[in-house]
């Protein structure tokens, strides 16, 4: 069964902190991976898109990594704002064709000032 | 990026009564666009594939006569829930895509309250 995992669920962290989450999948076959942005009561926003032979991919203060070996991601985010407070969800793409996503649970950050 | 709206934003009925959920693609012509439920913190669970033209591929689970879905344009899709009841109420977001293998832009979501 394709599963998506995040960890931590939440995080609280304070502004201008740096943090990481995670995320391991199992969905197979495996075209890309994705990490969105979701604030409350908004729908998701795309953060960063990376195939299966991308390390890494920045975007600002956002710098996903890929290790496709070990169906593993990370999210990493530098100078926290306050504005970063959200829902961070990683996203796993079948192969060309497939299109259902399969979605993790998230990770609720939130910056303290 | 792409631009995806939906309306409305926020929507409260009684129960038994149906609500339709607009899904516009703003800025380009979406052959493809996905409806999902969000329920509180939750992932979003996608409820059915909508193509232009023809019928939508519900999946498993989710009741195509109680959730109805049209397609009529490329820049439209409308998200009918028919005869709502309390358990319905959720966070409904689509999404759109100009094809296979094409990225998903979404929506930013409708919060239906069922009284």
């Known amino acids: 069964k394709n599963q998506v995992e995040q960890s931590p669920q939440s995080l609280i962290i304070l502004e201008g902190k740096n943090c990481t989450l995670q995320?391991?999948?199992?969905?197979?076959?495996?075209?890309?991976l994705r990490w969105y942005k979701q604030d409350t009561g908004r729908g998701p926003v795309s953060l960063t898109i990376?195939?299966?032979?991308?390390n890494t991919k920045s975007n600002g203060r956002y710098t996903a990594t890929l290790d496709a070996d070990t169906k593993q991601s990370s999210l990493h985010i530098t100078a926290s704002q306050l504005s970063d407070s959200a829902s961070y969800i990683c996203v796993v793409s079948p192969n060309f064709g497939n299109e259902k996503l399969t979605f993790g649970t998230g990770t609720r950050l939130t910056i303290i000032p | 990026g792409a631009v995806v709206s939906q309306h409305p934003s926020r929507v409260i009925c009684k129960s038994g009564t149906s609500v339709k959920i607009e899904c516009r693609s703003l800025?380009?012509?979406?052959?493809?666009m996905f409806w999902y439920r969000q329920f509180p913190k939750q992932s979003l669970m996608l409820m059915a594939t909508s193509n232009e033209g023809s019928k939508a591929t519900y999946e498993q689970g989710v009741e195509k006569d109680k959730f109805l879905i049209n397609h009529a344009s490329l820049t439209l899709s409308t998200l009918t829930v028919t005869s709502a009841h309390p358990e319905d109420s959720s966070f409904y977001i689509c999404?759109?895509?100009?094809?296979?293998?094409?990225?998903?832009?979404f929506g930013p979501g409708t919060r239906l309250t069922v009284l």
């Open positions: 995320c391991n999948y199992t969905v197979s076959p495996f075209s890309n």
């Open positions: 999404s759109a895509t100009l094809g296979l293998g094409n990225e998903q832009f």
């Open positions: 990376m195939t299966f032979s991308e």
């Open positions: 800025d380009f012509q979406a052959t493809t």
